[in-house]
């Protein structure tokens, strides 16, 4: 069992590494947005394929939220998953 509980630990850590990664990604994401939305009112015309940049943008910005809002269920389910770990007798079977 505790083999099975340190591959879970090892687990939430790269879990954690991706989730601060779609962070950084989606604050990236927001100051692309804010720039662009900065520079398209500031200029004289309509800029070039600004309807299909921003489409682009909101695309990457829902893919984005989805896999966030998906990792964050598998930390849970991780968390769930070495908590009922620990509470098991050590000569238990993980399952797999």
Known sequence: MDDYI?????????????????NQADQDLREVKNDLDK???D????PPRIDS?????????????????Q?????AELASA???AKAQPQESDPGF
């Open 6 to 22: 340190k591959a879970i630990e090892d687990a939430e850590h790269k879990v954690q590494r991706m989730l601060d990664l779609l």
């Open 39 to 41: 520079f398209y009112a």
């Open 43 to 46: 200029a004289p015309k309509k």
């Open 53 to 69: 940049v921003a489409a682009a943008i909101a695309k990457v910005d829902d893919v984005v939220a989805q896999m966030t809002r």
């Open 71 to 75: 990792h964050n269920e598998l930390a």
């Open 82 to 84: 070495k908590e009922e």
